[in-house]
């Protein structure tokens, strides 16, 4: 580095700013921190969580899970990097999650577009889904259908059912499918985005929009948005993995008459099942029900001894 010469003393003008540069030019290297960070990342997996929110306005329990998330992103030992991404009040849905993934293609980092409605309880066990890779992963939630009036005029008792359905090309419709009693996974035709993953590849070679909401000419909703985006995905011949296991609850407000309704009406199917049955199988026929957490019933108490201890007595 050489400087200009000052007449007056014969010495050099050192130029401060220009030599903190060299300096900073021979000393400087990688940042440790930043090649720690950087090798930490590299093992991780983007996840972008999207709530495409209406309402201004997510469950606490949700809330909560969140929170959880940002602890495990910063967790080195955590093989998932989530972002959360949160619109206020975008309408109508389609638009609100067509949003969300295109600002989840923005990063390519980001590998897997996880939509959690504002209404989600997410379970325990939430992060099971991130274990498959299949283009699209769905939790099981519940779909509350009020009581209503059929096509004659009659009573219809409240219902419940699951939001995994098959196409049925016949009725251009949707029937929601039962799941097995062990709680193992299956393949769908379409699911409810409610707690739904899916994978970049899939949104990247999809012909955009992603999501529409296909009307009549009246203005009747002939699908939903999540059923049309799955109906195409499965004409593109994809399929979802649904994951009965991942139970997430689902807010909703409810005329307690109804709940009520809704119990008796199935206790009125079980009771008919029943009546189905010889007398003398009906005993076999009744399912044991327990749920985890429930004081044990009075025949199961016996199951366990009372103390773990293995080697009792010699005192006194």
Known sequence: MSDEIDPATGKPIIDETRRLEVLRQVVSGPDPDEIQMADILAKKTGVMVAIPNMESKITTPLALWLIQLSY??????????????????????????????????????????????????????????????????????????????????????????????????????????????????????????????????????????????PRDPYGRGLRGEDMDFCLRVKELGGRVLYIPKVQVGHIKPTDLKQVVNYGIATMRETAEGLRKIAPDKVHAALPKIRFPGEKPAKEDEAVRPLTLAVVEGGKG
């Open 72 to 213: 495990r992103t910063v967790d080195a030992e955590c093989p998932w990097f989530f972002k959360i991404y949160v619109p206020n009040d975008l309408t109508p849905i389609e638009w609100a999650r067509n949003q969300c993934v295109r600002e989840f293609l923005r990063d390519p980092y980001y590998k897997r577009l996880w939509f959690v409605d504002s209404d989600m309880l997410p379970p325990g066990n939430a992060l099971d889904l991130l274990d498959h890779d299949d283009p699209i992963v769905s939790g099981m939630s519940y779909i509350w259908s009020s009581e209503n009036v059929d096509a004659e005029g009659f009573y219809r008792p409240p219902y419940m059912k699951i939001n995994a359905f098959n196409y049925r090309p016949e009725h251009q419709d949707f029937m929601s499918l039962v799941p097995e009693r062990d709680g193992r996974a299956f393949y769908c035709d379409a699911a409810g985005c409610a707690f739904m993953v899916i994978r970049r590849e899939l949104l990247e070679d999809m012909p955009e929009p992603w999501f529409r909401y």
